[in-house]
Structures are given as structure tokens and as C-alpha cells.
């Protein structure tokens, strides 16, 4: 199949390896020269604007940092994907954006005849080079039907969440509650050590016992705890928190939109807020335990 892949970066760059290798032929956008040319040498071709990749594509993928950058490459009214895009081709957004933004440029498409979809994803650049990710999926049931097989080649885990804008308010309650739990952990776990108790002991109790999650048994904030976990490497080549700040944003201001109380959410963009201005932002979001330990 000939695919339009725009935006190339940490996640969208594996994820359209993965793609030409299973021997589909990628019409590549992307402001970096230079992931183009990488990608031009396994076999990609790359065009001059998100209208030309669109123009000649059978499916139109996109992976942006964030929702401006989606309105730009789909609305730009000259080269722009709708400008140049075929009635009818399926097309799909993987970025994570607010889901208001999803649904304009979506209603936007379908005013050209377009049926596109939101498929923000969960598994990190390493899911992304693996093939192992997540897409959580806003779509008519026709085109889910229609991405599925395409997304199994990027993915382990597709779950179709409901129409266009779903897959964006899976992901960032998912993240909202990640953010939460993790401060909930490292709250624990450095009370725990200022008290006295052996850190480990004290990870075992919680991980048989009711405040077992994610945060604590696989992903602990304390170091030594869980070896794998950037705990243990310095806090390293994890999940940015700058990212969680990101999605804590966009889970925050829909939760405005909707009149909806996000009091714990809006504590933990705080948090993860400062921790950026302090410098730790590339930090994975773990670290935001070191606010409640002293310095060595
Ligand atoms: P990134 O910044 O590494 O890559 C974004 C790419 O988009 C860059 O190559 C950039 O040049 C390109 N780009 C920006 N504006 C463009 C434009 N107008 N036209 C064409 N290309 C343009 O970001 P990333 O880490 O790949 O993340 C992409 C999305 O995936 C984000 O929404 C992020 O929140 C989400 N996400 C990231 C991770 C992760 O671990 N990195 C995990 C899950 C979800």
C-alpha cells in the first residue's frame, strides 16, 4: 500500500520503519532533513509538502508533537494534507493532541470527503521500534476495520475506543492517572524511608497489598527497587516529564472544557510544572520522587 508518513521523530520514525518493512511504500514529510535521508535509503520517497505526500497516498498517517502542528500539516490551505488529499482515503492521527482538536480537523476532512481517525499510541520509543505499541483508536467502524491490519504491523495492542476524539480521552485519562499514582508512590515510598522502614520491605507490603499499581510494581520511583525501572539508572530513557507535563496539560484544559473537577490532576501538572523548572524535564517522570528526598 502507498502510505503518506508525516512527522518523523522520536516515535514516528520507527514506526514508519516498521512500516517499509513489511513492504509498503512510504511517501515521507517531515521538517528534518536529515531523518528524511535516513529514511530515503531504506527505500522511502520523500515529498516536498504534506499536500504532495497525500496526493498520490492510499492511507495518510501522521505523528506531530502537539495539536498546533496537526492543524497546520491537515488545514494549511496550501499544502496542507487536505489541500492535495484523494476523496476517500483513509486517514489517521496518531499525535497526542486535546480531543477537540481531533474532531475539528476530522469534521475539516470529512468536508473533503475524508474519514479520519485519532490513534494516539502508549509504549514509548521502544514499543514504537518493536512493534509493540498501543493504539488507542477514535474511528468510524468502517475505517477502523480498514486500519486495523496496517496498525498490527506498528502495534501488538489495537483497541478501537468509539468515534473520532475517543482515542484522545483514553489516552489522557490513562496519563492522568499515571502522573497522580506516581506522586501517590513516591509520597509513600519517602515517608516510608523517613520513618525508618527498609525501602524494599516497604515496596513488598504495598505490592501485595491494596496500594499495589503500575507506579509501585513496575515502574517504582525509588531507586534499587525495581532494577529495570529508570529509578535505577539515574532516571534515564524512560517517559520524559516533560511528556507527562504535556499530557497533564491536555487532560487538565478538557477537563476545564467539560466542567469537569480534576483536583489531584491539576495538583500533579504543578508538580510535574516545577519539576520542569528546575531544569528536570528531560528527567523520566519518576524522578519527581527526588522533590520529596534530600540530596545525598
Ligand atoms: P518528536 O518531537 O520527536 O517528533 C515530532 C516530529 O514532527 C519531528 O521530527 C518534527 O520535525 C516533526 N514536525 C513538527 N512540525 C512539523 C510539520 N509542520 N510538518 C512536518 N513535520 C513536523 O516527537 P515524538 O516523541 O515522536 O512524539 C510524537 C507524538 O507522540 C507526540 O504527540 C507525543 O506526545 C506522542 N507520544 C510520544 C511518546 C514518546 O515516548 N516519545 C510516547 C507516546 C506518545
Known sequence: MRIAFIGLGNMGAPMARNLIKAGHQLN???????????????????SASPRDAAASSELVITMLPAAAHVRAVYLNEDDGVLAGIRPG???LDCSTIDPQTARDVSKAAAAKGVDMGDAPVSGGTGGAAAGTLTFMVGASTELFATLKPVLEQMGRNIVHCGEVGTGQIAKICNNLLLGISMIGVSEAMALGNALGIDTKVLAGIINSSTGRCWSSD???PWPGIIETAPASRGYTGGFGAELMLKDLGL????????????ILGAVAQQLYQAMSLRGEGGKDFSAIVEGYRKKD
Do not use: C, M, S
Open 218 to 220: 513496575t515502574y517504582n
Open 28 to 46: 515521507l514529510f517531515d521538517l528534518n532533513k536529515t531523518v528524511l535521508a535516513e529514511l530515503a535509503e531504506l527505500g522511502g520517497q520523500v
Open 251 to 262: 487532560a487538565t484544559e478538557a477537563a476545564r472544557q467539560a466542567h469537569q473537577p480534576v
Open 89 to 91: 482515503t483513509p486517514t
